[in-house]
């Protein structure tokens, strides 16, 4: 079964504050991505990669930045958060076909 | 940009009986994906379809690219069916590279 890893489970900062979200996978795929999750827009997707070294852009990249820095680590930053970003992030991998997702990250930005 | 429209929003069901979901998409796709939302927050990938029809117990699922739909079909509904269920999409001509686009869920709720 495949397996992704999201740290941490929930997370409470304050506007300018800056924020690591990390994503792991053990499933040796190439393609991550990070997602937010929002009521009234289901899964939206902030940035991806192709491998190490890589990142795409998604549709809802504004303020946000990303790292893939192995083939099993993405980083999803927030170098100056703000409440908008307040958001259910999700992490997947992708081999084949199937995208596998993590638990979720729960990000509060007062 | 890709579109992809799902309905409804929103589900009651008693338990035993059965319904489905749709997604309508406004440009050709290459395959689709269902996955449920569990109580726990967990997204479980429930199918991946790049053409026809699965079924999985109690869950069918069909995609006509030409077409441009997707449907889910819940039947003999369980109480563990709850949760929040969503398609995702890949265009075909996605110059992007395996980006999904997806619905904005529907929320299914049975009840006994």
């Known amino acids: 079964e495949a397996a992704v890893t999201q740290s941490p489970r929930n997370k409470v900062t304050v506007t300018g504050g800056n924020v690591t979200l990390s994503c792991r996978q053990t499933?040796?795929?190439?393609?991550m991505y990070w997602y937010r999750q929002d009521t009234g827009h289901g899964l939206r997707l902030i940035h991806y990669?192709?491998?190490?070294?890589?990142?795409q852009i998604g549709d809802v990249p504004d303020g946000y930045k990303a790292t893939r820095t192995t083939q099993e680590d993405f980083f999803l930053l927030l170098e100056l958060a703000s409440p908008s970003q307040t958001s259910l992030y999700f992490c997947?991998?992708?081999?084949?076909?199937?995208?596998?997702f993590g638990s979720g990250t729960r990000l509060t930005v007062l | 940009g890709d579109q992809v429209e799902q309905s409804p929003s929103a589900l009651s069901l008693h338990e035993g009986t059965g319904s489905a979901l749709r997604c309508n998409f406004t440009?050709?796709?290459?395959?689709v994906q269902w996955f449920r939302k569990n109580s726990r927050g967990s997204l479980i990938n429930l199918f991946y379809?790049?053409?026809g029809t699965k079924e999985n117990g109690r869950l069918k699922s069909a995609f006509d690219s030409k077409e441009r739909y997707s449907t889910l079909h819940i039947r003999d509904a369980q109480l563990e069916d709850s949760g929040t269920y969503f398609c995702?999409?890949?265009?075909?001509?996605?110059?992007?590279?395996?980006?999904?686009?997806f619905g904005i869920g529907t929320r299914v709720l049975v009840r006994p």
């Open positions: 499933n040796s795929h190439n393609y």
């Open positions: 440009t050709t796709m290459r395959a």
């Open positions: 995702a999409a890949e265009a075909m001509t996605n110059s992007a590279g395996n980006k999904l686009t």
């Open positions: 997947a991998s992708r081999g084949q076909e199937t995208l596998y």
């Open positions: 990669s192709y491998g190490a070294g890589n990142l």
């Open positions: 379809l790049a053409s």
